[in-house]
């Protein structure tokens, strides 16, 4: 078969008339240029996180987030042996129940990414966001520090090192590098459409799948 035949064959390909397609529509998150910018990515992270936002998906996302990291955590249990206990401590998610009063901020509790809580789950997750960018000098140990003092009466302290690939915190990056659990940004992919089945507001839907769409490219 001649090039011009293979070339004509492929673009009569219902496959890769689709792929074209969806890397030619517009998507918001590349029109305002978010790539690989750490801030943002955590903004909108952060504001499908927060319950009383307007997306209309209450407490949704991070139910579906927990899911993950706890398997995350049984996981991380089942491969070490040197007695680390999980941030559940083996108790059924369940427990965790309503956290439509879940507090979230942005970098203004020292500094952490994003900070997540419920006091009436006893629940803390400690979310860091590396695009691209390296791990400071000490800088998990400063986050866990505040989070242990300022949430030493929480049953559930959980820290998450969120990167492209999940890799896992450097045994010279962290005092305790086990304790935090590795997230990819294929986990958050992977969360956002298990949850799409949830959203009812269009426009929820449609940056939902924008930023899907942004993370497969």
């Not at 801030?39 to 996302?61: K, V």
Request: aromatic content about 8%; glycine content about 6%.
């Amino acid at each position: 078969m001649d090039i011009e035949t293979q070339i004509l064959n492929l673009v009569e390909d219902d496959d890769f008339v689709a792929l074209d397609a969806r890397y030619h529509r517009t998507n918001v998150f590349q029109v305002v240029g978010m790539g690989s910018q750490e801030i943002r990515h955590s903004n909108f992270i952060a504001w499908l996180l927060d319950p009383s936002e307007s997306h209309g998906l209450g407490d949704a996302f991070m139910k579906v987030l927990l899911t993950r990291l706890y398997a995350i955590a049984d996981e991380n249990s089942d491969e070490e042996s040197d007695g680390d206990v999980s941030p559940f401590e083996g108790i059924p998610l369940a427990v965790l129940g309503d956290l439509s009063s879940l507090n979230v901020a942005r970098e203004t509790e020292s500094n952490i990414d994003i900070l997540a809580w419920s006091p009436s789950s006893e629940l803390v997750v400690c979310i860091e966001n590396k695009v691209w960018s390296g791990l400071g000098n000490g800088q998990l140990d400063k986050y866990q520090t505040y989070v242990e003092k300022r949430f030493a009466s929480y049953r559930h302290r959980v820290y998450v090192l969120l990167t492209p690939d999940g890799y896992d915190v450097p045994a010279d990056m962290a005092t305790n590098p086990s304790s935090w659990l590795s997230l990819s940004y294929n986990d958050i992919r992977a969360c956002l459409k298990a949850l799409l089945a949830r959203v009812s507001d269009e426009k929820t839907s449609m940056l939902i799948n924008d930023y899907i769409d942004l993370l497969e490219r």
